[in-house]
């Protein structure tokens, strides 16, 4: 395989409950659409969850993403848009339709698949979150951020019902990187999140 080629995304389970013990790292759940960036000296590619470039479609970010500091790398990340509060807004990421380029738009990665010819899916996560963690720290893109990883995760679940965000995602840390379903891979909505989502869609539904 091409270390430039889609990669099948990992797909978290729904759990109930947010899982307990070291062997856990938890972050929050982002509302956006899944994307996966592939680098490869100046070309970026930009795949959704099916594995369709939307590079022609989001130009702005596209260029902005060649500033990764790697001669190629392919990142698991979530395109969310940013709302006044600085939350992810799924329904506003929805109604623009790839026509906003600017600030709003945000990539926020959460995984490392491949760096510099060498592909990071056998090793644990918690390595290729340092890796990860690494790299973005001598990146220069405004538009690409880290995803926060937290080890309480009750704690976080608490926090993201608080502020009515979409939940947690909990990934064992010893974990390689699996393609389609994978039980190393939890999530659990917020009840708040639920309520808000499920009037919004209605609206939403109404008013197309």
């Known amino acids: 395989m091409s270390e430039f080629s889609f990669i099948q995304p990992c797909n978290p389970v729904t759990a109930k ?3 307990a013990g070291d062997d856990w790292l938890h972050e929050p759940k982002l509302d956006g659409y899944r994307l996966q960036v592939a680098k ?4 970026i590619r930009l795949y959704s969850r099916r594995g369709h470039d939307w ?4 130009t ?6 060649r500033g990764i500091p790697a ?10 848009f940013q709302g006044p509060d600085g939350a992810p807004d799924f329904f506003r990421l929805l109604k623009a339709a790839f026509r906003s ?12 698949l491949h760096l510099n010819g060498q592909d990071l899916r056998s090793q644990p996560l918690i390595e290729r979150r340092r890796l990860l963690e690494r790299l973005l720290r001598r990146a220069k893109v405004p538009c ?9 995760g009750q704690k976080l679940l608490e926090a993201t019902e608080q ?19 994978c039980r190393d891979w939890l999530k659990v909505k917020t009840q708040a999140w639920r309520d808000a989502n499920r009037e919004r869609w209605r609206l939403f539904e109404k008013a197309r």
Do not use: M
Request: aromatic share 6%; charged share 25%; glycine share 8%.
């Open 17 to 19: 409950t947010v899982p």
């Open 40 to 43: 490869q000296g100046r070309t």
């Open 55 to 58: 590079g022609k479609r989001l």
């Open 60 to 65: 702005a970010i596209t260029e902005a993403l």
């Open 71 to 80: 001669h190629s790398a392919i990142l698991d990340a979530e395109l969310c």
């Open 101 to 112: 380029q600017g600030r709003e738009l945000a990539v926020y990665a959460f995984d490392l």
């Open 144 to 152: 690409l951020h880290l995803v926060d990883a937290f080890d309480d």
């Open 163 to 181: 502020h009515g965000l979409e939940g947690v995602v909990s990934n064992r840390r010893d974990a390689p990187y699996q393609s389609g379903e």
